[in-house]
């Protein structure tokens, strides 16, 4: 939990339990996913957000991370035949031979990303044209350094998003209790992917 959820000025059980049902409200406005589609859930971690939008929602998705330990510990995290997860080169192959999803998620991640272009048109191929993602980010990139803390690289997130993706909606995350740091140091954002 605690690798998913830095502490920000607060503990991270606290973090978690007042930030899960924040970002699956915003998940339902922004996705409105469907039972019968399938989402893809980018950098799902142990998989809180996928396993929130099966409760609620009856969709199917598809985590993808980069972690091998993240992989195996979010399939009974999820618990549900309705998830499943791979790596992203396995993400790749299903694309390859035809896969679309609905509509997609990446939260707290593209910041952390070492190649993020990348993986913004991996998320891109992987979209129907016109389907929508919904993102959370820093707006300040925290590249990890193999023990030696976190870069930033000077990449702009939003830059990369918004050049092959149309920009919906943006905001401040307004999460209980208020934390101003966290707040003028994050954003979510509502994307369409051009057709
Ligand atoms: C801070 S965690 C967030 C997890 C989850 N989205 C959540 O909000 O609970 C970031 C996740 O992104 C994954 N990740 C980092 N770089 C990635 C990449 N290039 N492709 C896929 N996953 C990546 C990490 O392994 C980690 O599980």
Redesign the pocket.
């Known amino acids: 939990m605690s690798i ?2 830095t502490p920000e000025g607060s503990i991270t059980e606290g973090r978690w339990a007042a930030e899960t049902p924040y970002l699956a409200d915003l998940v339902t406005r922004c996705l409105a996913p469907r039972s019968g589609g399938i989402l893809l ?6 998989g ?2 996928a396993k929130e939008a099966i409760r609620r929602h009856g969709c199917r998705i598809a985590g ?4 091998p330990s ?1 992989r195996a510990l979010v399939v009974p995290y999820v618990g549900s035949d309705l998830f499943f997860s791979c790596a ?1 080169a396995m993400l790749d192959l299903l694309i390859e031979r035809g896969l679309r999803f609905d509509g997609a998620i ?4 593209l910041q ?3 190649h993020p272009a990348q ?1 913004i048109e991996r998320i891109r191929r992987a979209l129907t044209p016109g389907a929508d993602l919904f993102i959370v980010n820093n707006r300040y990139r925290a590249v990890p350094m193999r023990g030696r803390g976190w870069a930033n690289d000077g990449i702009d997130i939003m830059a990369l998003l918004t050049a092959s993706f149309e920009l919906q909606e943006t905001g401040a995350l307004a999460i209980e209790p208020p934390s101003p740091s966290f707040t003028d140091n994050t954003f979510w954002a509502h994307l369409r992917a051009r057709p």
């Open positions: 998913i959820l859930d980018y950098g799902c971690g142990i809180r957000l993808a991370d980069i972690s993240m992203p990446s939260v707290w991640v952390h990303c070492e993986d």
